[in-house]
Nanobody, 119 residues
Framework: QVQLVESGGGLVQAGGSLRLSCAAS????????MGWFRQAPGKEREFVAA????????YYGDSVKGRFTISRDNAKNTVYLQMYSLKSEDTAVYYC????????????WGQGTQVTVSS
């Protein structure tokens, strides 16, 4: 089993920045992709970003390309999501995920962290 715990969410003004962290524990994450998804009220869960085990491959949803950066530190079993130029439409609960599918990891999920962008 893998446990994922997100942190770093909060309230930020439009145009601001925020960094989310996701700490993993439990079984080894070697060869696991990790990623971020988000869900806004009344909307379906949306893919945000994913990263391969090596960190050499990254993937982004169209709505965040150029504004968000995903990275990981395998020594710390942690994945990060650096968010820049935040918009009100980025407001959502952000979920960390891990899995063998490095493009859309979804075998394990965190509990989510709220990000609210005020305009």
């Amino acid at each position: 089993q893998v446990q994922l715990v997100e942190s770093g969410g909060g309230l930020v003004q439009a145009g601001g920045s925020l960094r989310l962290s996701c700490a993993a524990s439990g079984r080894t994450l070697r060869n696991y992709g990790m990623g971020w998804f988000r869900q806004a009220p009344g909307k379906e869960r949306e893919f945000v970003a994913a990263i391969s085990w090596s960190g050499l491959s990254t993937y982004y949803g169209d709505s965040v390309k150029g504004r968000f950066t995903i990275s990981r530190d395998n020594a710390k079993n942690t994945v990060y999501l650096q968010m820049y130029s935040l918009k009100s439409e980025d407001t959502a609960v952000y979920y960390c995920a891990a899995g063998y599918n490095i493009v859309r990891p979804s075998d394990y999920w965190g509990q989510g962290t709220q990000v609210t962008v005020s305009s």
